[in-house]
């Protein structure tokens, strides 16, 4: 199970830090996980992914140089902070664990994960 938690309102320019707790399951040394974005009529969008062991991370362009993806193996947690926040920011977060070593090295297709959040909502005003 992912649980998502740190979404809410912030004005353009701030900051919110994301938060994934995986519980009910080991997440082995293949595991990928990822954070998605979704906003009403279009399809989800990969942010960003993080190997669970060794810890390459990945990032959509849109992103890159605001947002950085992190972990806690220890912990079984995944964290998006999210600085410089943009209007087009806005959109449900989601995080996914894709479990196996099937798929892209980025992790960035929707198609490659197991496991989803239920997403958090995240509002930027301008």
């Known amino acids: 199970q992912l649980v998502e938690s740190g979404g809410g309102l912030v004005q353009a320019g701030g900051s919110l830090r994301l938060t994934c707790a995986a519980s009910g399951r080991t997440i082995s040394k293949y595991g990928l996980l990822g954070w998605f974005r979704q906003v009403p009529g279009e399809e989800r969008a990969f942010v960003a992914s993080?190997?669970?062991?060794?810890?390459?991370?990945y990032y959509a362009d849109s992103v890159k140089g605001r947002f950085t993806i992190s972990k806690n193996n220890a912990m079984n947690t995944l964290y998006l902070d999210m600085n410089s926040l943009k209007p087009d920011d806005t959109a449900t977060y989601y995080c996914?664990?894709?479990?196996?070593?099937?798929?892209?090295?980025?992790?960035?297709?929707?198609?490659?994960?197991?496991?989803w959040g239920q997403g958090t909502q995240v509002t930027v005003s301008s």
């Open positions: 993080i190997a669970w062991s060794g810890g390459v991370t």
């Open positions: 996914a664990l894709r479990a196996f070593p099937y798929g892209s090295d980025s992790g960035s297709t929707v198609d490659e994960y197991d496991y």
